[in-house]
């Protein structure tokens, strides 16, 4: 503790002995050794083996879903433009209830695919989710019937099973 109290010099100054000891503080001092061949040794470029890109591995049942989806969609199609030309009732059909029912199939069929992939045994905590969407599902194409030629009700249908068949995928694959 301080108990001696001094008045500092009236304009600024510090006591001689004060500024002595300051000045004894300042030493530069080179390092005992040289440091930089230490440091250049290190920035060196090191030789390593390429390195493989590795190949994301949660893609591939995407991939076979979609090729699935894609071959079971075009028999779909095969077989709905023969069975058009053999019975009289299909002709009747507008193009936007065969993409319906074109999309109907493919969904179904992806959607068979995904619980022989992997069954979710989570998936009871969203069943309430799945329950709904399938029955707006079924409410759009109740509609679809009542009037076949709607796009939106078509972009709808699209909409909602996109949305069942992303909340499925996000059940059987987490």
């Known amino acids: 503790m301080n108990t001696e109290h001094r008045e500092p010099a009236s304009d600024g100054e510090l ?31 090191q030789v390593a083996a390429p390195v493989r890109t590795p190949r994301p591995r949660w893609l591939a049942p995407f991939a076979v879903a979609a090729t699935l989806v894609l071959a079971i969609g075009f028999t779909g199609v095969w077989r709905g433009d023969q069975a058009a030309n053999d019975a009289p009732q299909a002709r009747s059909e507008s ?3 065969r993409e319906a029912a074109g999309m109907t199939l493919q969904y179904q069929a992806a959607m068979q695919e995904m619980q022989r992939a992997a069954p979710a045994p989570n998936a009871t905590a969203l ?42 995928q996000r059940v059987a694959y987490t």
Do not use: C, V
Request: without cysteine; positive net charge.
């Open 95 to 97: 193009l936007l209830q």
């Open 127 to 168: 069943q309430p989710a799945f329950e709904e969407l399938d029955r707006n599902a079924a409410l759009i194409l109740d509609a679809l019937a009542h009037d076949p030629d709607s796009r939106l009700l078509l972009e709808q249908l699209r909409r909602t099973y996109a949305r069942r068949l992303a909340l499925a």
């Open 15 to 45: 006591p001689d002995a004060l500024r002595w000891q300051l000045r004894a503080l300042r030493r530069e001092q080179p390092p005992a050794n040289d440091l930089w061949p230490g440091i250049a040794a290190r920035l060196q470029p």
